[in-house]
């Protein structure tokens, strides 16, 4: 079957029952903006039941229709379920894309879905394109260790199927549509089909300070630090500016800062009024991950791939330029 007999975009809406995470609306909010350039519509999937509420927000972000899979039904995540229950849905409507957040469970089943359905599937993706001279979605994401952006397209292959990080995408909804289509769908699954069950739950028991996806400002420390013992004043800027610290890879791997507090591509994406970063040398896997109103970069190498991301740049000694922020800013708070 040809490419033209596959329409419309899909964006998975992941929930718990009560709420629906925010990674399926920052997709919709996305992939509004292609559809108006491809011609698609819009449909949001949810599989089981989730409050009228929550999907008034799935439609203020725009679609145009939500696909409801056993909607009074309490629908946990199972692998085998969710792999199946997105298989025949795609092989009945024939979507040209899924987009499915790269959360735990998004990771898990869109590449299996895939394979059942002998289609492609990409991850992590950062920025989405629409090809208008082939149809085909632009996957870009960085590459190589960072040294070249890759564009993946799924040429041949329909439903295109890709994971995006949560934070990837800016949640602006754009408000409901006049008409919004609500498909219902019952799906029986054969329960020798489904090998894997939940045997425990223990919900993340992290405390706010490893939150820092939604920090308004961030602090993020890089390989530029000497020692473990050398943090805390870059702690002691973050509690001054109301901030959270943060960090690059080579911190996590140093067994300096645990991995929740990762910023990147491989990490968390944030999205802070302010930014300010030390001794950080501007990998774009890190970049990737900050989408800053305000970006702040110290570091000692006046080359470095950092000041071509800035709005301020300062080079200098990471600890002398800490200590120095810290000492204007008390000083300001005294006044
Ligand atoms: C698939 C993949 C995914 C990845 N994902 C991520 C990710 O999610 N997040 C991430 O961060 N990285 C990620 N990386 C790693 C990334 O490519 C870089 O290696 C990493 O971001 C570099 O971290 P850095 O800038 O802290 O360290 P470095 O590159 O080592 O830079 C240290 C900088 O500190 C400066 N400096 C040193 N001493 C001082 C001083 N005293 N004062 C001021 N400046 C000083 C140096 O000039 C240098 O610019 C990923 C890599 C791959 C291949």
Avoid at 114 to 131: F, K, P, Q
Avoid at 264 to 289: D, E, W
Wanted: include cysteine; charged fraction near 25%; proline fraction near 4%.
């Amino acid at each position: 079957m040809g490419k033209s007999a596959y329409k419309n975009m899909w964006a998975y809406i992941e929930h718990d029952g009560a709420r629906a995470m925010d990674v399926g609306l920052e997709l919709c909010c996305e992939l509004r903006r292609l559809c108006d350039r491809s011609g698609d519509k819009l449909l949001a999937v949810v599989v089981g039941s989730l409050p009228d509420g929550e999907l008034q927000r799935v439609k203020d972000c725009g679609v145009d229709g939500l696909i409801l899979v056993n909607r009074d039904e309490r629908m946990e995540y199972n692998t085998e379920a969710y792999t199946e229950i997105f298989a025949r849905l795609a092989n009945k409507y024939r979507p040209s894309a899924i987009f499915v957040g790269g959360t735990a469970n998004g990771r898990d089943f869109a590449p299996r879905c895939a394979v059942r359905i002998n289609t492609g599937c990409t991850s992590d993706a950062i920025e989405l394109e629409y090809d208008e001279a082939t149809g085909d979605i632009r996957f870009i994401e960085p590459a190589v260790g960072g040294k070249i952006m890759a564009v993946i397209t799924i040429p041949e292959l329909r439903p295109q199927i890709g994971t995006i990080r949560p934070g990837t995408f800016r949640y602006s909804p754009a408000g409901a549509r006049e008409k919004v289509k609500v498909i219902d769908e019952r799906i029986e699954l054969d329960p020798a089909s489904i090998r894997s069950r939940t045997l425990s739950f223990a919900p993340d028991s992290a405390g706010p300070e490893l939150n820092i996806a939604d920090s308004e400002v961030v602090v993020c420390v890089g390989n530029g630090l000497k020692s473990a013992d050398g943090l805390d004043i870059y702690r002691e800027l973050a509690a001054l500016l109301g901030g959270k610290l943060g960090c690059t890879r080579p911190l996590v791997d140093r067994e300096i800062l645990p991995y929740r507090l990762q910023i990147g591509q491989s990490g968390v994406m944030i999205k802070p009024r302010l930014y300010v970063c030390f001794g950080v040398s501007g990998a774009v896997n890190h970049t990737a991950g900050v989408s800053a109103d305000t970006f702040v970069a110290v570091n000692r190498d006046p080359q470095a791939q950092i000041f071509n991301y800035c709005d301020y740049g300062i080079v200098g000694d990471m600890d002398e330029v800490c200590r120095e922020m810290i000492r204007q800013l008390k000083a300001r708070k005294a006044q």
